[in-house]
């Protein structure tokens, strides 16, 4: 049964970090790039990061370059997001996913195969 769990959300201040794990099970991880999308209340869904399945392109959206990294341990079927310097406006479900094809079509919500349950992050003082 092909499954993505994601874990690691919770609530933290502002500034403050969290590590995101998706953990792929059911399917050969290593034949997907892997993507993390988020999902704030009201909002469409955003990409907020991407990565192939070799691990050598990554992909991240202008809204959280330089605090947000991906990166994934593919003989560990997981794939991480680290963030940094968290701040309000990163508060959303985020929700880890799988595309079968690498290109510029990764930054669209509506491309990906396979999804996640989600985790919720909320960021507040």
């Known amino acids: 049964q092909l499954q993505l769990m994601e874990s690691g959300g919770g609530l933290v201040q502002p500034g403050g970090s969290l590590r995101l794990s998706c953990a792929a099970s059911?399917?050969?991880?290593?034949?997907?790039?892997s993507g993390w999308i988020r999902q704030a209340p009201g909002k469409e869904r955003e990409v907020v990061s991407g990565i192939s399945n070799s691990g050598g392109n990554t992909y991240t959206a202008d809204s959280v370059k330089g605090r947000f990294t991906i990166s994934r341990d593919n003989p560990k079927n997981t794939v991480y997001l680290q963030m940094n310097s968290l701040k309000p406006e990163d508060t959303a479900v985020y929700y880890c996913?799988?595309?079968?094809?690498?290109?510029?079509?990764?930054?669209?919500?509506?491309?990906?195969?396979?999804w996640g349950q989600g985790t919720q992050v909320t960021v507040s003082s």
């Open positions: 059911g399917f050969t991880f290593d034949y997907y790039h």
């Open positions: 996913a799988a595309i079968r094809d690498w290109g510029p079509n990764i930054m669209s919500a509506n491309n990906y195969d396979f």
